[in-house]
């Protein structure tokens, strides 16, 4: 049973290792990022999402460098990414919200031509900023970043739990409905036409 401890405890040291790693040599260079991503890195870095607090952080922090590839985006999404990272936003880790948190910024950016060249995804994938910004949104994302402004993120209130997975543009269609029930509800209250309010929402949190 020690021996089995101390054979686990080591696997772990060695995969926050090569996440520690894969960060320094990605730093700044595309080229590694895209390497990394296509010798099948970014499913095993998923999977160390949920591992011990110092592995999680440096596996986000391994995905937040390979999401500043457009290309490695989806793909990030696609093996399930986005969900770990939003729980990891209420980590009590030093560093750790933070780094899920660039995590997903980085996962939400345009991708710029390639977001116009593609065609919507399929059934089964996300495809462009649209879709992946939907998810994050859908999932609670968005509510689990402004908590991080007053710090309620480290005391799980107002969190909603994880919702059942939607793929492809019904991921957008929801959330554009909640987005509209939620400016609707804000119009009513402060006298603002909703449209107003719509299109400073999205201003805001869509920007890069």
């Given at each position: 049973?020690?021996?089995?401890v ?10 926050e290792?090569a ?7 990605s730093?700044?260079n ?10 099948g890195?970014?499913i ?34 696609n ?6 990272l ?9 560093g750790?919200p ?38 994050i ?53 402060s ?10 929402g ?7």
């Amino acid at each position: 049973m020690l021996a089995q401890v101390a054979d686990a405890n080591q696997s772990s040291r060695a995969a926050e290792l090569a996440a520690v790693t894969i960060v320094r040599l990605s730093q700044g260079n595309p080229t590694v990022s895209m390497s990394v991503a296509e010798v099948g890195g970014i499913i095993p870095l998923v999977k160390l999402l949920g591992a011990r607090a110092g592995t999680a952080q440096q596996a986000a922090a391994a995905l937040a460098e390979l999401g500043l590839v457009a290309k490695n985006r989806d793909a990030i999404a696609n093996s399930g990414g986005i969900d770990p990272l939003i729980k990891l936003l209420n980590s009590t880790t030093v560093g750790t919200p933070e780094t899920a948190a660039r995590a997903l910024a980085h996962i939400a950016r345009s991708d710029g031509e390639a977001d116009i060249e593609r065609a919507s995804g399929s059934d089964d994938n996300m495809c462009g900023a649209e879709e992946r910004r939907a998810h994050i949104h859908y999932l609670g994302g968005v509510q689990r970043l402004v908590s991080m402004l007053d710090g309620s993120n480290l005391t799980r209130k107002g969190v909603s739990d994880k919702r059942p997975g939607l793929k492809g543009a019904e991921l957008w269609t929801r959330a554009a409905t909640k987005m509209d029930e939620t400016v609707q509800m804000r119009s009513n209250l402060s006298g603002v036409g909703a449209s107003g309010l719509q299109s400073v929402g999205i201003q805001v949190g869509m920007q890069e």
